[in-house]
């Protein structure tokens, strides 16, 4: 398939505006099951800069790269952009091997608005739109190419500078003293990728609610005492973390919180799924802000979903999720219900809720592995349930959770065990200083259900 050259993408992503790109869109199917995953890329970049440049490197530079690099021969100027294509590669075999439907992305770098999508139409037309190999790299291209017709990013506030002294160090600037952590506005966004309609006109972002009009939210404390965090200078254990005045301000989400229907046509009809996207902050990281902040995050969609009156979105809409509305609550949700350092048990709460599918969240169609279970016993983990883990640290953090009026049929986490095919897409022992995680593809893992719709 031709490929864009550098300008023709980002004239395309102008005249697209900003989520179809056409020569991708067949005629419309009438599905009978569909498949919904979250996959944390950890394509988080120096710069999205570096992101997209990333994404155009063409298929034939890629292979001379990766060669290059198998064998030994690679430039020293060279090798880190090799390295790279190797991970991007891996990835979009994953994502070719699972063949989602619908597919969120946490740690896509944006331009902190979500405007410029250059780096969505490289990995499409580049990587995506490319046989890759299940055998990882060097492989023999054995994997089916595959499509995404319609793609959005979304504005972000990681980066994105508040103002306002927000972690405590005297100082006012910097990454600690943004509304979400990042070097730089865009960094650790998200990105959405369908070949279902985009309900862009009814889509609904959360950027700027505030964490205090969350019901039952105050002020965070310092809690983490012990010495394992350091306590910023002329604060001690047990003191507000934010000023009455800053408090007024803080916005609840590290990136942002995004309802994204998606229309889905059916032998009876269109049907509507409501995508509800976040990526809330770790709970680590400082002696315990980050933990109540990443409880709220989660806390969130528990409400959204219960349709609560007192949530607004960035277009001043008032009001949570119809009643009757299906939905899948994805992304890196950085809280495991059972481990971690989190407050599992607002994890957990959101696992116990009616409006969820049980089958999925507690029941025999919960999403699991092999290779999470051999990884726990390779790393000697002591996590209660090691074949639910999602992450190379050893977590179960990655998530998409199912409304419970979806009739989910099939539900998993890719991961594939030392004997199972696959499994150099995430141990490599060619690659980095220990031939894993984002050195090979991500330190995460696709998470996914499929529903069966009328």
Same mark, same amino acid.
């Given at each position: ?6 300008? #023709? ?30 996959y ?32 030994g ?56 739109s ?30 994105l500078?508040?103002?306002?002294d927000?972690?405590?160090? %005297? ?64 604060m ?7 000023? *009455? ?32 996207m ?37 277009? %001043? ?16 949700q950085?809280?495991?219900?059972? #481990?971690?350092? %989190? ?36 790393k ?15 977590? #179960?953090?990655?998530? #998409? ?14 991961? *594939? ?15 980095g ?14 998470i ?7």
């Open positions: 398939m031709k490929t864009l050259s550098t300008l #023709a993408l980002v004239v395309s992503s102008v005249i697209l505006s900003g989520c179809v790109n056409t020569k991708y869109i067949d005629t419309p199917v009438q599905p009978i099951e569909v498949k919904i995953a979250a944390n890329l950890s394509f988080d970049r120096d710069s999205f800069e570096a992101l997209v440049a990333e994404m155009q490197v063409t298929p034939a530079k890629q292979k001379e790269l990766v060669t290059a690099y198998l064998d021969s690679i430039a020293d100027a060279d090798k880190a952009t090799a390295e790279n294509v190797i991970q991007i590669r891996n990835v979009a075999a994953v994502i070719q091997k699972n063949r989602p439907s619908v597919l969120m992305m946490a740690e896509y770098n944006n331009d902190g608005i979500g405007e410029d999508k250059s780096a969505l139409i490289g990995f499409q037309d580049n990587y995506l490319i046989a890759q190999s299940i055998d990882g790299a060097g492989g023999e291209a054995n994997l089916d190419p595959i499509t995404f017709p319609y793609f959005e990013s979304y504005s972000t506030n990681t980066g500078s508040s103002g306002l927000l972690n405590n160090d %005297g100082h006012i600037g910097g990454p600690g003293d943004a509304w979400g952590f990042g070097m730089y506005h865009g960094q650790y966004a998200f990105a959405l990728m369908s070949q279902y309609k985009i309900d862009s006109e009814n889509t609904r972002t959360f950027q700027t609610f505030k964490w205090k009009d969350l019901a039952g939210e105050k002020i965070p404390t310092i809690t983490i005492c012990d010495g394992s965090q350091a306590i910023p200078n002329g001690n254990c047990g003191d507000k973390w934010y000023y *009455s005045e800053e408090w007024e301000e803080v916005r609840l989400s590290s990136k942002n919180h995004v309802d994204a229907p998606i229309i889905i046509p059916t032998a009876n009809g269109d049907e509507v799924i409501h995508l509800l976040s990526h809330p902050t770790p709970p680590v990281f400082d002696p315990g802000k980050n933990k109540s902040q990443n409880a709220a995050e989660v806390k969130f969609w528990n409400q959204y979903i219960q349709g609560k009156d007192f949530f607004y979105d960035d277009a %001043g809409q008032n009001g949570g999720l119809a009643d009757d509305a299906k939905f899948v609550i994805m992304g890196d950085n809280l495991d219900p059972v #481990a971690g350092d %989190g407050e599992s048990d607002v994890m957990q709460t959101l696992h116990d809720d009616p409006l969820v599918n049980q089958s999925v969240m507690n029941g025999e169609l919960y999403p699991t592995s092999y290779g999470a279970s051999e990884h726990a016993t390779d000697r983990l002591s996590h209660p349930k090691p074949n639910r883990i999602s992450s190379t640290f050893g977590l #179960a953090v990655d998530y #998409a959770i199912p409304s419970a009026n979806l009739n989910v049929i099939d539900a998993g986490v890719y991961w *594939s065990a030392s004997y199972e095919e696959g499994r150099k897409l995430f141990n490599d022992a060619r690659l200083q220990y031939g894993d995680s984002k050195s090979v593809s991500s330190d995460h893992r696709m996914w259900i499929k529903a069966k719709l009328q």
